[in-house]
Structures are given as C-alpha cells and as structure tokens.
C-alpha cells in the first residue's frame, strides 16, 4: 500500500505557486461578489465560516481568504471563522508562521478567528453547524 509523505517543507510550495496564485487573482473577484449573495446572520447567531481545501503552508489560502473577509465586511459584522485545512504530512509549522505573523493573526479585520484542521474538514464542518 503506497504512503503519503508530504510536500517539501520550509516553504517550498509557497514558493513555487505563482501560477496558482495567478489563477487564484483572476477568480477571486467571482467569489468577492459571491459572497455578497450570501444571507448575513445579524449580530448574536452563528458566524459565517470559510473553508480552503488544500490550503498547503497558506501564501494563497490566506491571501484568499483575506480578502474574502474584506468582501464579507463590507456586509456583515458577525464572526468569521477560517478554516485551512490539508492532509496530516502538511508543513502546518509553515502554515502556522503564515497564519500568524509577527505573533498576530494574518486577518486585522475584528472577530475572525483561523484554525487548522490536519485531515478531512467535513467532520469540522459537520460538528459546527
């Protein structure tokens, strides 16, 4: 039975994924106003939550998601929360030093909160529903 081993750690997906970046630029503006589309909750109920499958060690997951939760603001003041999520073998320490720069989150807009998830979102997504 084959084994998953992983990326390359220390960066080296972020490094070697402008053309991905690239696509992601050129689609982002689809889902900035997809977002607007979006029932707001009012203030009190559940957070709106975004997930990024395959989010690696983040330079294009946060990069996303930031502006994402740009879009969002300009609607809505609930709580957002992120989610990044990739297999177990991800260099999540890269990820995390992405996520959190200089000791802050990556997102300066109010009440976002991010985590990791290391393995299949759904069970996430089902439990906070």
């Not at 992601?24 to 106003?33: G, K, R, T």
């Not at 709106?48 to 330079?59: C, K, M, V």
């Not at 609930?78 to 073998?89: R, Y």
């Not at 990556?106 to 906070?128: L, M, N």
């Amino acid at each position: 039975m084959p084994t998953t081993t992983g990326m390359k750690p220390g960066g080296f997906c972020d490094a070697h994924s402008s053309a991905q970046r690239a696509a992601l630029d050129a689609f982002l503006p689809w889902l900035e106003e997809a977002v607007t589309d979006i029932e707001r909750p009012a203030d009190g109920h559940p957070p709106i939550g975004l997930l990024d499958l395959g989010s690696s060690e983040g330079g294009n997951a946060i990069h996303a998601m930031g502006r994402l939760i740009r879009a969002l603001r300009k609607q809505t003041e609930a709580p957002i929360w992120v989610f990044l999520d990739d297999p177990p073998t991800n260099d999540f320490n890269h990820l995390f030093s992405n996520l959190f720069p200089k000791g802050d989150l990556a997102f300066a807009e109010r009440a976002v909160y991010a985590a990791a998830v290391g393995g299949s979102a759904f069970c996430v997504a089902t439990t906070v529903t």
